[in-house]
């Protein structure tokens, strides 16, 4: 795997969450959208998809991967951006050995898997806020056709709820309140 393979596995928006904080994204269906740092951008333009790691501008009509992504950011060389994502991830550079000492090692190995477990819950957290937007939808949808069934009523009175738990899943510097977001969404069954 070379270095440009090796850093495709960063996520697209841990990418975008640690080049260009003030991004904010927000999920949308299996994309995120948010306002494009390189225009004024009213609207967001800016389209991420985190399944394939890519992102466009569809203003300036600019996007790419993760490396182009931090090669605009940071004005760098795509060579350049792979090797700070690299670093900045603390990803094995492929080529490049090193003797380390057991405490370094133990300590990378401590570093991965504490990114693995983050990866891990970013990912609940992610899925977990696609269900509840696609019930928040299917609530409106059933809600808006002619002939709604009177159990829809029940379900109408938690959009709020579901609303806030949305809202609350967004918080990135809180993790209690995301993680607290995730267990009642769990309690009512709404994802795995
Ligand atoms: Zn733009």
């Known amino acids: 795997m070379d270095i440009f393979q090796t850093v495709k596995q960063v996520s697209i928006v841990d990418i975008v969450h640690h080049y260009i904080p003030d991004l904010r994204l927000r999920a949308a269906g299996r994309t995120c959208t948010g306002r494009c740092p390189w225009h004024k951008d009213k609207n967001p333009s800016l389209t991420v998809w985190p399944d394939s790691g890519r992102w466009k501008c569809w203003a300036c009509g600019i996007g790419g991967d993760q490396v182009a992504l931090v090669a605009k ?34 300590k990378a190995q401590a570093a991965a898997k504490e990114r693995e477990l983050q990866a891990a819950f970013a990912a609940k957290v992610r899925d977990t806020y696609l269900s509840l937007a696609m019930l928040y939808r299917c609530i409106n949808m059933v809600f808006d056709s002619p002939d709604p069934p009177p159990a829809i009523a029940w379900w109408v009175n938690r959009l709020p709820v579901i609303e806030s738990l949305m809202d609350e899943l967004m918080i990135r510097d809180d993790e209690v309140r995301r993680v607290e977001a995730v267990r009642a969404a769990r309690e009512w069954g709404l994802c795995g």
Do not use: C, H, W, Y
């Not at 950011?73 to 090797?83: D, H, I, S």
């Not at 700070?84 to 133990?106: C, M, N, W, Y």
């Open 73 to 106: 950011a940071l004005n760098l060389k795509p060579l350049e951006a792979a090797r700070t994502i690299a670093r900045d991830f603390s990803l094995p550079v492929p080529g490049v050995r090193r003797s380390v000492s057991p405490e370094v090692r133990q």
